[in-house]
């Protein structure tokens, strides 16, 4: 059990560009989520998926985000056109099926210039 | 809606026990679970409550009362490596995304 595996650690660009993030789950967990995290605050879920299917979204996120996870191992987490607001830790979960604990990365901390 | 409320801070002495409590009020409700985050760290797993009552792991204990809307989580002989922001977090549906609580940052003194 190598653990969930975020790359990269961290990600500082300009306003305005496209930025993608990368998640490696625990091999054998079907469900994979995707979690946005700002300083002094808990996480704050975005989307997950059940094997290749991304079955929920949160209202939260903007069309500017896209998530993927073409074959149900690796997922790719986008932000097209980034703004200010966008700067924060980017943590991707991983569980087997059913109510069973989540066992997070180490995240990606996207800063915005 | 959807709300967990936990203290923001708390201050703690080495050797000492600390009770760190949680409200939160979900449309559904499918477990509890508590986490801790080191700063700049993943969460890590510490607890899971769906039924009342007591679970013990050692000097964690975390407490669940359902008809309260109403959790806690217990550290016992406290350590100085036990400061660090506690997450409390529901399951609130079938798809197992947690809903946290904006953490409680406990300092552990000596």
């Known amino acids: 059990d190598t653990g969930v595996s975020q790359d990269p650690r961290h990600k500082i660009t300009k306003r305005g560009q496209n930025v993608t993030f990368r998640c490696d789950p625990i091999?054998?967990?079907?469900?994979l989520y995707w979690y946005r995290q700002t300083l002094g605050q808990g996480p704050e879920f975005l989307t997950y998926?059940?094997?290749?299917?991304?079955?929920?979204k949160s209202r939260l996120l903007s069309d500017r985000f896209s998530a993927e996870r073409p074959k149900g191992s690796f997922s790719t987490l986008e932000i097209q056109r980034t703004e200010q607001g966008d700067s924060a830790m980017y943590l991707c979960?991983?569980?087997?099926?059913?109510?069973?604990?989540?066992?997070f990365g180490d995240g990606t901390r996207l800063s915005i210039l | 809606g959807q709300n967990i409320d936990q203290p923001t801070e708390m201050t703690a002495t080495e050797g000492a026990i600390v009770q760190i409590n949680c409200t939160y009020q979900t449309s559904g409700f499918n477990g509890l679970f508590w986490y801790q985050q080191h700063a700049g760290e993943a969460p890590t797993f510490l607890s899971y409550n769906v039924l009342d009552g007591l679970e013990e792991k050692g000097r964690f204990s975390s407490f669940l009362s359902r008809s309260k809307g109403y959790s806690y989580l217990l550290l016992k002989e406290l350590q100085m490596k036990d400061s660090a922001s506690y997450l409390c977090?529901?399951?609130?549906?079938?798809?197992?995304?947690?809903?946290f609580g904006q953490g409680t940052e406990l300092s552990v003194k000596p």
């Open positions: 091999s054998e967990h079907n469900r």
């Open positions: 977090a529901v399951s609130g549906d079938q798809g197992g995304k947690l809903i």
């Open positions: 998926f059940q094997n290749e299917a991304q079955l929920e």
């Open positions: 979960a991983s569980s087997p099926l059913g109510h069973q604990p989540q066992h």
